[in-house]
């Protein structure tokens, strides 16, 4: 068995205002026996939230004091308990009840999170302000190379059905450029938030669906991940750090539980080093077919509470589960791989190298019967829950938490960043952020907003959708 190895690009697209926007969140509706709410984020945005789902009652995480290792059972049910979801915008939040107001964090939509204001406003009595900001997403990928894994002998289930969905188990580890700004519990709510996005974009695959389980996370610290980074402090090299992640990953695999795949966020700058130097346009890297191999691991790059690198991510986690970009050939090292030559390169969808809008959020009909293939090669043993303790939740996106300004912030790590207002690109769910440059000028760059932001009158946006509420309400409710 051979697998390819995928590195994705990034390309922003230039051009030059929408300030961070400042809220007042507040509870309008509350059914205590649903355990549901409506929660009004401003006068066009209400989301109606229901309660999110834990598959078991604890999340083990991982870390290293002193060089020794810790593992805490952290209750799922208290997590659970402030975690909400409205599917109709991709909105994944939590929120957190105080005598002087609520705390809302999360995703509002595809493109927008929000969070609390670190300062105070007054003019709202027992509200407390809150930003919304916006969030990047890939925009190009290419293949860059192919190697050869040991020889196996490609395992046939041709006689067996597979479940559906098939649960894929993903285990995430961060580095410290990545984990350090998270105190634990915050941590592992911010996961929740990021793989329930990722969890809608799988859904999507028909015959069969996947569902996406976390199962677990790592806080590297500087000792650890000195075994699997191979760069800086802020720069990180593609395939060296992907090799050396891969041996991290089998020296700990018992200890986490054996997931399908491991999936390392970095806070980092992925580059590739070519001849003439390095490329810094990367946003992550994957093995092609490496779910359930000794080759199970992907990375991405993450700006850490952003929720920037879900696209990326997805994206990765395609490549893992078989996946090739579209328009490419079969997979000449894996017998039988049926590629994706049928579909076009310039769908915009997932796993190409144009932002199809939408289509983004949308794996093509050869990456279906890529992944089918792959997950039936693997087998049985594959498509079973290994781990003793999983994770999972629903309905809560980054755009019901990050406000579009602060995202901008986040995504460009400075202050002096604010959103151009453009009707046309909200509507589209676009979004442009501009820096304020020394010289006195700008410099802007349009991205996808983030599921569940606000894109237009009771509307969100949902998988790259400007779409109305009474839709995505009917998409809450439809069967998991």
Not at 254 to 270: A, F, M, N, S
Not at 367 to 391: D, M, Q
Request: aromatic share 8%; proline share 4%; with cysteine.
């Amino acid at each position: 068995m051979s697998l390819a190895i995928f590195v994705c690009l990034l390309f922003g697209t230039a051009t030059g205002r929408y300030h961070t926007r400042t809220v007042f969140p507040e509870i309008i509706e509350e059914r205590s026996e649903h355990g549901s709410l409506v929660l009004q984020i401003h006068d066009g945005l209400a989301l109606t939230l229901t309660k999110v789902s834990v598959a078991t009652e604890a999340l083990r995480l991982r870390s290293n004091w002193n060089g020794v290792f810790t593992d805490q059972t952290v209750n799922g049910t208290e997590i659970q308990a402030s975690l909400f979801e409205d599917k109709v915008n991709m909105a994944t939040v939590s929120v957190e009840k105080a005598s002087y107001g609520i705390k809302v964090t999360g995703v509002l939509n595809p493109t927008e999170r929000i969070e609390p204001a670190l300062f105070e406003r007054k003019g709202v009595p027992g509200r407390l302000p809150h930003l919304v900001h916006k969030i990047k997403q890939p925009l190009t990928m290419e293949r860059i190379t192919e190697e050869k894994l040991k020889e196996i002998s490609p395992r046939k289930y041709s006689d067996m059905s597979m479940p559906d969905p098939v649960p894929i188990e993903v285990y995430i580890v961060s580095d410290e450029s990545h984990n350090r700004r998270f105190a634990d519990n915050d941590f592992l709510v911010y996961l929740c938030i990021f793989m329930n996005t990722i969890k809608a974009i799988f859904k999507n695959l028909i015959g069969p669906s996947v569902k996406i389980v976390l199962v677990g996370a790592e806080k590297s610290n500087k000792i650890q991940e000195s075994e699997y980074i191979f760069g800086s402090d802020k720069l990180m090299n593609d395939l060296t750090s992907l090799h050396m992640f891969e041996k991290y990953v089998m020296n700990n695999l018992k200890q986490y539980g054996y997931p399908d795949v491991v999936l390392l966020l970095t806070g980092r700058d992925v580059y590739e080093s070519t001849h003439g130097g390095i490329k810094k346009n990367i946003a992550g890297i994957a093995y092609e077919g490496g779910v359930c191999t000794e080759r199970r691991v992907a990375l991405s790059e993450d700006t850490p509470g952003a929720f920037s690198g879900i696209i990326d991510a997805a994206h990765e986690l395609g490549h893992s589960l078989g996946a090739s970009h579209d328009g490419t050939e079969p997979n000449r090292l894996t017998p039988g791989h049926p590629g994706s030559l049928n579909c076009s390169a310039k769908s915009g969808r997932l796993m190409t190298y144009v932002d199809g809008g939408h289509l983004r959020y949308r794996f093509s009909d050869c990456n279906e019967k890529e992944i089918r293939y792959v997950l039936k090669e693997r087998g049985e043993k594959c498509w079973k829950i290994n781990a003793s303790k999983t994770y999972a939740i629903g309905g809560v996106f980054p755009g019901a938490i990050l406000k579009a300004a602060d995202y901008c912030k986040r995504l460009y790590k400075s202050n002096q960043v604010y959103v151009s207002a453009s009707y046309n690109l909200k509507t589209n769910c676009k979004l442009k952020c501009c820096a304020r440059l020394k010289s006195g000028g700008h410099a802007c760059g349009v991205h996808p907003m983030l599921d569940h932001m606000q894109c237009d009158y009771k509307k969100k946006c949902f998988q790259g959708l400007c779409t109305s509420e009474k839709e995505l309400i009917t998409h809450r409710y439809k069967k998991e």
